[in-house]
Structures are given as C-alpha cells and as structure tokens.
C-alpha cells in the first residue's frame, strides 16, 4: 500500500485564521480525498481531488471554506479558511489502492480558539 | 443514503475475553466491498481486512475474525483473546459503485488489563 504522510500533525490555531494541510504520497495516484472527523464522530468525506481538475465537494462542503490544491499525482493540500471552533477536527487525507481499498494518512489534529 | 450502522457504541471488556464488533449495511448494489479499519488513540486510521460481496467465506487472521453474511447483511469482527493494544475505534465501511466510501459510527473497545 501507498505511504501517507500529512503536515502539520497537529496544531493550535486562532479563530478567523487559515491553515494549510498537506498530503504526500509515495507513489502516483489518480484520486485524492479529504476527510473531517469531528470530535467522538465518525468519517465524513469533504472532497476527491484529481489532478489536473477542480476537486469534487461533498454535499455541505464549499470550495470557498475548504479549497483544495492537486499539483501533481503525489500531493495535495487542503486550506481550512476562516476558521471556527467548529472546524476542530481530524482531518484525514486519503488514497486508493492497489484494489479498492482506501488508505488513510496520520491525519493533522486540528484545535481552534 | 445507503447506511452503514455499528450499533455498539462502546463496549469494554477484560483482557483475554473476545470481543464481537457488529456491523449492518444497506446496499442496493450487487456489487461492493466491505471493510473494517481500526482507529487506537493516536488517530491515523488502520486498514485490517476488505470483503467483496461475492466472497462469503469467512476468515481468520491471528487473533481476528470475520463473519460475513450477505443474507443479513452483516459483517461481523471478532476480536480473541482481547488485549490491552486492542483499545482502539473500530469502524466497518462499505464502497459501491462510485467511490463513495460509506462509514458506520464506531463502536470504540476498551480493553482493561
């Protein structure tokens, strides 16, 4: 399977500031994706990001508030923009395969003030 | 939407007792994959077994199970022999046509020594 690795892996941030996630993969992929886990709560996906196009938004999720970057077929990056305390969550980023499985990365701990 | 539901919330055991995880999914698709992954408190997300629904047969792997039933619906994980690393966020997932990748809750274990 790909190796995942996320910067930050975690941080502080104030309210009305943005932070920048990024995601590194060790290989070529197609798609990308992006997940929120909410503290206690369970996965939601934000966006699929492919290379070369805008990226797919999830019901909930807007461009302006999470846009998403895919330069190349080994990277991506998610800005959580004009934070809030309710954008404290884990955010995952996320690749497929070989097969259809899906492999997560060590997630950035995201708290905001 | 085609729900994924662990309806254990939590369960806490002793170690050296198993543990059964449940998981029920609704499909109207003839073709998908299920997955269980696991989440110990760290935060990066663990692959541990995919399913396709084509292939009933149950497996073993070490200290773990898994019982899929496409009559019900249901893919079951059972932990033996319980220990204490077992702590952790299990979640079951199932992904049709498309990349949807539908999470269930989590059902978080706690393993006391």
């Known amino acids: 399977s790909a190796v995942i690795s996320q910067k930050p892996s975690r941080d502080i941030c104030q309210r009305g500031t943005s932070l920048t996630i990024q995601c590194q993969v060790d290989?070529?992929?197609?798609?990308m994706f992006w997940y929120r886990q909410q503290p206690g709560q369970s996965l939601t996906l934000i966006a699929t990001?492919?290379?070369?196009?805008?990226?797919?938004?999830e019901s909930g999720f807007v461009i302006d508030k999470f846009p998403i970057s895919r330069p190349n077929l080994t990277f991506s990056t998610l800005t959580v923009s004009n934070m809030s305390p309710e954008d404290s969550s884990i955010y995952l980023c996320s690749v497929e395969g070989p097969g259809p499985t899906r492999y997560f990365g060590p997630g950035t701990r995201l708290l905001v003030l | 939407a085609q729900k994924v539901t662990q309806a254990q919330t939590e369960i806490s055991v002793v170690e050296k007792e198993d543990v059964t995880l449940d998981c029920v999914y609704e499909t109207r698709d003839t073709t998908y994959y299920l997955f269980w992954y696991k989440q110990p408190p760290s935060g990066e997300l663990v692959f541990l077994i995919r399913?396709?629904?084509?292939?009933?047969q149950n497996e073993i792997s070490g200290r773990y199970s898994w019982n899929f039933q496409k009559s019900t619906s249901s893919f079951n994980f059972t932990i033996t022999a319980s220990q204490v690393v077992d702590s952790a966020v299990y979640f079951c997932a199932r992904k049709a046509a498309g990349n949807k990748l539908t999470f269930g809750g989590g059902t978080r274990v706690l393993v006391k020594p």
């Open positions: 290989s070529q992929v197609t798609m």
């Open positions: 399913r396709n629904s084509f292939d009933e």
């Open positions: 990001a492919n290379q070369g196009s805008e990226a797919t938004y």
